[in-house]
């Protein structure tokens, strides 16, 4: 009989394109028919044909406290009862922003916005303006959203300029960006020494969680810093996934590195829709309406979404939040990597903060072309043979994965026995 999750995805591709409302839910990359939710609650979902899973996709990110938390749900509630939104200031808005500035020592001055495609967008239209110049460093791996001038693959030659890495981006835009190696200061350098004075800004994933994951290098960021800092030119932590998510100071707190601005979502919504963009004073006076860099949102700030992440913020708070989530996390890689060697398999994983990166290769990959390396086809099974089991990981072998704090040790412990179950019997 087809499968309730079937005939919602037959439905959905008549009215929506690939029937989903962003590519990576179509299980394109790993084959099969998406899961369609109805219900979350803690570490747990439920699909369409009522299975249960224990999910460490987290909505890609922003559920750090799990599905449905009763403090971020009464606060929503309770914030609609006084009306969605009002287009004009509140003040649950100045309050996020102060908890902002006050947790991430780079944020000056903050502003809200609604996804991190427009804190990412806005943040480079502000370097922009405050350098008066046009040109982008970006990381090949990194994905920042899906604005024009980041939609940009690697062009032909390392110091050459990037090309549309999607139809409908102008050549003219993605010009202006160019795409080098993550973790190779050199190149950056390289960069740096032949086009310094034309460079606005670099833009980086302090850790890559959009091709798998991939960690810093020692110095890699501090060098960027400081190349930076040399030629002028503004850097641009994207922290839209690593922000609240590695720890309580973000990324930068973690390696001790200022940037001069970072972009925030996920995490900072709660799971609604929202996100920001600040640091330095004297850049972010550059925004309108004090400064000439125009920037504006109808549902920007909206009160809704700042009362889900104000929720989420304080449970961050709470002494030893991080440690917990990292220990579960690692408790989670550990357990995994273990297991794979316990039955041979070509298998590692790690874990920073409550992010996690499964890599089917024998050591842990440093760069985009290693992670290009591993074996998809063993993800792709290992994906669907946990997924029957009632494990949904993210439906790519090239994201992140996310543990909240709801995952407890019987959700990792079970986790666990159904990887233990699938590797037992991986060669058979
Ligand atoms: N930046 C990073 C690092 C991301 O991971 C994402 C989304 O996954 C974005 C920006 C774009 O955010 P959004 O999907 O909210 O537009």
Redesign the pocket.
Known sequence: MISRNQQLFERSQKYIPGGVN?PVRAFKSVGGTPVFFRRGKGAHVWDADDKTYIDYVGS??PLILGHAHPEVIEAVEAAAQNGLTFGAPTEAELEIAELLCKLVSSIEQVRLVS??????MSAIRLARGYTSRNRIIKFEG?????DDALLVKAGSGALTFGHPSSAGVPEETASSTMVLDYNDLAGVEQAFNQFGDKIAAVIV?PVA??MNLVAPKPGFLAGIRELCTKHGSVLIF?????GFRVGLECAQGLFGIKPDLT?L??VIGGGM?M?AFGGRRNIMQCLAPVGAVYQAGTLSGNPVAVAAGLATLKQVQAPRFYENLAASTRQLTEGLAGAAKKHDIDFCAQAVGGMFGLYFRNNLPSSYAEVMGCDREAFNRFFHAMLREGIYFAPSAFEAGFVSAAHGETEISDTLAAAERIFSAWSL
Do not use: F, L
Not at 115 to 120: Q, R, V, Y
Not at 142 to 146: A, D, L, P, S, W
């Open positions: 962003s890609w990110g996804s991190g495609t427009e804190a990412t990194c994905y920042h959203g899906h994933e969680g959009n994207d922290e839209v996934m690593t972009t979502g996920k829709p996100a």
